[in-house]
């Protein structure tokens, strides 16, 4: 197989390009070693649009911060994601604190955020009555956001889809070598052949870089775990609170998301398998602790799951963005952590812009837009409901009760340009799953539909692909065994 572009990994950063990219008049493939875009750090975050005080000034992680955040609001507009301008609070509980807030609100200036201000105690109180009293002072960030960081990649990779972007999922690249033509791509499918490489494989992408270059980089595993809060009548706080930062990152913090849901973490912890995103109770302790200083009251009562992610921490403490040295033809980016959700758009663009001058891409006459999805079931109006049902009654039949998802929602996922083909994929398109029983009344009838939709059997439907079915065989079957 030849391609004129392949991006490996189809991450927010892989998708973020290919939809850039897919404006160009090139043949473009995103290869993903997952059953599904979105499978790795971009699926298991704390979907923050980081505001860019925390990034060190004239870094790469802060001016493609700073520049990324002021894309979001247009960007999720046009492609129907999510996205609320929350704000932010950093906060210390003790004086020696109040220099780390100074210091940040100096970084945060020299590195272009706008609306930085130090708030006292009566203030913070005013703004967030549920923080500690013990605080002592913080930095309000009002352009800090929130956003669904699976929805968004979601979007990207279907843009990116309907505009010619071929999606190789299941497709692990096991090695790269550079031929007089470009480069070829030893995979799980065969070998695949290409003039230009990007290089966006999150965790991976060291060791992909490693294969070509004599300059090597190493990417350092660094775990991250949460609990997620159920949804109710009253948020606790109406914007992420952070604590001052340590070496390790922001630290613990409590943020909403845009779904009405809190989040509290992540731990930090370098690990040496970068497979496994187990929760611990150990680490789990640790966010209740951290947590507990900025909320005294906090409670895990509404602790509706908890789930862990792994981000790619490159030894030097920056983002590595564009052309590979001395490889013509090969383009990375490494070392994507936080912010690397809010500077994805960035990221994308200043790379894209520097491929098609490079290699004199030219410009399709028709670039298709987004394509539009439907509202939520659970958003609409009695009377856009009723008018819904009219036209498909499948939006009559509610597959999850607990976040009032449609027959009709979940199959359209599945049609989707880049579409669900497995449990969680239907979860994190749909919400399907997402609610206090996780999945406990749903998952069935999400399997059958599965089945229906993509014409197998019920038994090969995966939670998240590879070997993970629900199904280990049928009565008929097990009743036959016991025949014999």
Known sequence: MKKDIIIIGGGVVGCAVARLLSAYQADVAVVE????????????NSGIVHAGFDAKPSSEKAKLNVLGAKMYPGLCAQLGVPYQRSGALVLAFAEDGREVIEHLLKQGTENGVQELRIVEKEEILALEPNVNPDVVCGLLVPTSGITSPYELTYALADHAAVNGVAFMLDTYVNDISVNDDGFTLATSKGNIEARIVINCAGLHSAKLHNMISDEKLTIIPRKGEYYLLDRQGHMQFNRTIFQTPTKMGKGVLITPTVHGNMLMGPTAIDVDDDTDVSTTAEAL???????????????????????????????????????????????????????????????????????AQEHSLAKRPLWNPAPEHAKPFSEMTIQEKMEAVKAD????????????????????????PVGARSIDAIKRRTRAGMGRCQGGFCIPRVLEILAQELNVEPIQVTKNGGESRLLVGSIADAAHKEDA
């Not at 070693?33 to 298991?44: M, R």
């Not at 976040?403 to 599945?414: G, N, Y």
Request: with cysteine; net charge negative.
């Open 33 to 44: 070693g997952g059953s599904d875009v979105a499978e790795g750090a971009s699926k298991a």
């Open 285 to 355: 302790s640790r966010v209740t602790e951290a947590v507990g200083i900025t909320w005294p009251m906090k409670s895990t009562r509404t602790v509706i799951t908890t789930f862990a992610g792994i981000r790619a921490h490159e030894i030097n403490d920056d983002f590595i963005v564009g052309a590979v040295n001395g490889v013509p033809g090969a383009y990375e980016t490494v070392g994507i952590e936080s912010p690397g959700l809010t500077a994805a758009p960035a990221i994308a663009q200043a790379l894209v812009e520097q491929i």
């Open 393 to 416: 009654p499948e939006y009559g039949a509610i597959v999850c009760r607990c976040e009032q998802v449609t027959e009709a929602e979940i199959r359209a996922a599945i049609k989707r």
